[in-house]
């Protein structure tokens, strides 16, 4: 069964279309990152998903239901950008008042150590600091132990070293067969932290697949090599290459076949080729190819 099922969705404010015809199903078991960059559509997709605003037009489905019953059963647990923490509450307070929502929680002591709180257990959420707090809605997230977690960029506010923790503890949670949906617009944490990449621009899917596949959409492969002052003429012709570049003597060749292109370059050349290097492009580049204005 599908955990999240985007048929057409659609949502506009006034004249801007914030998501432009969604689809798309995520399995259960899966972590799927949705990566794209400010203003794509990332939030009001999550706040679709979740039942706090409506579509404007198509239909969600989470577990086969309309997202306000899989909520309102326990199923699915979230960490918005603008989830406010009530204040004069102990983090202990907080995610217990949290756990008693849900009909099966998880252990409270198990929840603060998962989000490495156990030490600030006592201190009230007003006195915490940015990463602090995030690590207390990510407790608030998981307390009901859905089987549906939805983290819309749970790491803004965090240093390295918080991220790293928090990547591990979302990754603790997932290992149990549940279902993670993230947003970021950080391309590495997609990359690490998912088995699934879901690439948004614009309010649309724009690619799909794990961060190597994506990476290959967008341009595929580099080969290098040292040119010091031989002619680039003709090598933007051989098979394969969508784009040449030569700086400092170095030509660069961008290509969807490097094995065609590197044979074509000894056979059908006469250039002395020097220092060949062959390299994946960046998942950076593939990122800001497929997301680039038309
Ligand atoms: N409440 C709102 N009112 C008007 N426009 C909005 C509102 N929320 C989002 N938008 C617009 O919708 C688009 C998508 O925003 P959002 O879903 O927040 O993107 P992301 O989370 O990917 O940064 C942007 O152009 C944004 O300005
Ligand atoms: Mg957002």
């Given at each position: 069964m599908n955990a999240i099922a985007f048929t057409d969705v659609s949502r506009s404010y006034g004249n801007v279309l914030a998501v432009d015809g969604l689809n798309l199903t995520v399995e259960t078991g899966r972590t799927v990152a949705l990566l794209g960059p400010n203003g794509a559509g990332k939030s009001t997709s999550i706040n679709?998903?979740?039942?706090?605003?409506?579509?404007?037009?198509?239909?969600?489905?989470?577990?086969?239901?309309?997202?306000?019953?899989?909520?309102?059963?326990?199923?699915?647990?979230?960490?918005?950008?603008?989830?406010?923490?009530?204040?004069?509450?102990?983090?202990?307070?907080?995610?217990d008042f949290v756990r008693g929502l849900y009909p099966e929680p998880l252990d409270l002591d198990a929840i603060l150590q998962m989000a490495d709180l156990t030490d600030l257990a006592g201190r009230r959420a007003g006195k915490l600091s940015g990463g602090q707090s995030q690590r207390v809605r990510f407790a608030l997230a998981v307390a009901g132990a859905p089987r549906l977690l939805v983290l819309d960029e749970p790491t803004a506010a965090m240093d390295v070293e918080s991220r790293q923790r928090f990547w591990a503890a979302m990754r603790d949670y997932?290992?149990?067969?549940?279902?993670v949906l993230f947003a970021t617009h950080y391309l590495e944490e997609a990359d690490e932290n998912s088995d699934r990449v879901i690439v948004v621009a614009r309010g649309r899917v724009v690619a799909d697949g794990t961060a190597a596949q994506i990476k290959a959409k967008a341009g595929g492969h580099a080969v290098r090599f040292t040119l010091d002052g031989q002619s680039a003429a003709g090598l933007d012709a051989l098979p394969g290459v969508s784009a040449v570049e030569v700086t400092g003597g170095t030509a660069t060749l961008r290509t969807a076949d490097p094995d065609a292109t590197v044979a074509a370059l000894y056979r059908g050349t006469s250039l002395e080729i020097r220092d060949l290097r062959l390299a994946g492009a960046d998942l950076e580049d593939a990122f800001l190819a497929l997301t680039r204005e038309p």
């Open positions: 679709m998903l979740l039942g706090l605003i409506r579509p404007s037009g198509g239909r969600i489905e989470l577990f086969g239901r309309p997202p306000e019953q899989a909520v309102a059963r326990g199923e699915v647990g979230a960490m918005l950008q603008d989830g406010e923490l009530i204040p004069e509450l102990t983090v202990r307070e907080l995610v997932a290992a149990g067969g549940r279902t």
